[in-house]
């Protein structure tokens, strides 16, 4: 028996087990795992040292085309990825235009195609009177879910009215995925924005413009009897309501949020600090700090939302919200490894194993017979130091910058090939669209 690639010497990272084997790969896909004394191959890996994990997914990514190249497009963005041991992505449809029809959605796969390095797929933007459109998209290959923003942030996208939300779970069939902040208390609030002070920020979008919001969503979740997924939870309170809620609503967390806190954050990075929801002060750090560790949060997803230096560099409130996040997403989640914050199989349960289960992937995120050969190589003892001149986004720059990192990406592989390797892009972009069940 031949196949097309041995990953030999490494050590396997399932959600569940850490263990010792190779692995054949034959036409993208993973043939056999274990002994392969059997088995010749055309070409090896031997990635002794290493532990190769099944590829990562990064569930929250905004690569900002169409609309906003300047900053992000979608090769620039897929590059950030593969560099950073993504294999796949969620993409959101705050674009301009904001992609909510079955003509703009297929528009935008269009624009993915033979210019993304990873997977990946885009989530259909929900407005209160697009049923019919999101119904047209949710069964196609590529549409990972529906985006509601609840609370306004970046682009046009708003559904702040409760009945409508509910309205929309109700009559798709996709899982709705949600970005958490009441708008009318946002409204309200806004008196408390000051003019060049970044610090306003936590007290404008104040830890009950979130609670709010997310307590409404999981009373309409439970009473539909209908799962959702909350985006970037940021507070103590929603943890542990969240903690209580798990039956129909799974969530996320970003690595900014357990990485900075208030005011420490926004003295260092000033309104490169800034996004939404807010990083917010030491004891809600702590409270997702605590819900990581005990894995009461589901998946870790960055939030990438790059903005030009120059676009960051005004004057709050003039400022955008939004930070890049795509390429050290896991390099983060190493490093709370080598804390002890957390374990590499925890690892594997949030950025691949609960993202295939929540979001219904089919033939990715586990190193098993018969799924797709996508793996995330990284040498677990290797320290290094990110600065702006490694991002491969647009934007070039990182909140982390000047950070030393245990835990390194050494290579990503997609279908058998490797698409990053050794800090150098290699292949061509090759990355399809997400297939779901």
Same mark, same amino acid.
């Given at each position: ?21 190779? &692995? ?5 896909? @993973? =043939? ?27 569930? %929250?990514?905004? =690569? ?40 703009? =959605? ?26 019919? *459109? ?5 069964? /196609? ?6 985006? &509601? ?8 996208? /708003? ?8 309205? @929309? ?11 958490? *902040?009441?708008?009318?208390? $946002? ?5 408390? &924005? ?97 819900? $990581? ?50 374990? /590499?199989? %925890? ?42 001149? %490694? ?14 990192? %245990?835990?390194? @990406? ?28």
């Amino acid at each position: 028996m031949i196949v097309d690639l041995i990953i030999k010497n490494g050590t396997c990272v399932s959600h569940d087990k850490i263990f010792k084997a190779d &692995i054949a790969i034959k036409k993208g896909k @993973i =043939f056999k795992i274990g002994s392969l004394d059997d088995i010749k191959s055309k070409q090896t890996i031997d990635a002794k040292g290493m532990h190769i994990l099944p590829g990562a997914f990064d569930s %929250q990514c905004h =690569f900002r085309e169409p609309g906003g190249e300047h900053k992000e497009d979608l090769k620039s963005g897929s590059m950030a990825a593969v560099a950073g041991g993504i294999t796949s992505i969620f993409d959101m449809p705050n674009n301009k235009p904001s992609i909510t029809t079955e003509k703009l =959605f297929k528009k935008k796969l269009a624009l993915a195609k033979n210019r993304m390095f990873c997977e990946h797929a885009f989530y259909m933007g929900a407005e209160k009177d697009n049923i019919a *459109e999101i119904n047209k998209v949710e069964k /196609l290959d590529g549409c990972c879910g529906i985006k &509601i923003f609840v609370g306004s942030s970046t682009g046009t996208l /708003l559904v702040s009215d409760f009945s409508d939300i509910g309205n @929309i779970i109700k009559k798709t069939r996709k899982r709705v995925s949600l970005h958490s *902040e009441e708008e009318n208390l $946002l409204n309200a609030r806004k008196k408390y &924005i000051k003019d060049n002070d970044v610090k306003s920020h936590i007290v404008w979008r104040n830890p009950l413009t979130a609670l709010t919001s997310t307590k409404k969503l999981v009373a309409i979740a439970n009473k539909l009897k209908k799962k959702i997924h909350i985006l970037h939870i940021t507070t103590k309170e929603e943890v542990a309501l969240l903690a209580k809620n798990k039956k129909y609503v799974s969530f996320e967390i970003t690595p900014q949020h357990v990485s900075f806190y208030a005011p420490d954050c926004y003295d260092k990075l000033g309104t490169y600090a800034q996004m939404n929801p807010p990083i917010r002060t030491i004891d809600h750090y702590k409270k997702l700090r605590w819900a $990581l560790k005990n894995s009461v949060v589901d998946v870790i997803g960055s939030d990438h939302a790059p903005h030009s230096k120059r676009e960051k560099n005004q004057k709050y409130p003039n400022s955008p919200s939004g930070m890049p996040g795509v390429q050290t997403l896991l390099p983060v989640l190493l490093d709370l490894v080598a804390q002890k914050l957390i374990t /590499l199989n %925890q690892v594997v349960q949030m950025t691949s194993y609960n993202v295939i289960k929540i979001f219904n992937i089919k033939n990715k995120g586990k190193l098993e017979t018969g799924y797709d050969a996508d793996f995330s190589i990284v040498d677990i003892n290797k320290k290094h130091k990110i600065t702006n001149a %490694q991002i491969l986004s647009k934007c070039k720059w990182t909140p982390y910058h000047g950070t030393t990192f %245990q835990g390194k @990406i050494i290579g990503t592989i997609i279908r058998g090939n490797k698409v990053y390797w050794k800090n150098k892009i290699v292949g061509k972009p090759q990355g399809l669209p997400i297939k779901f069940n």
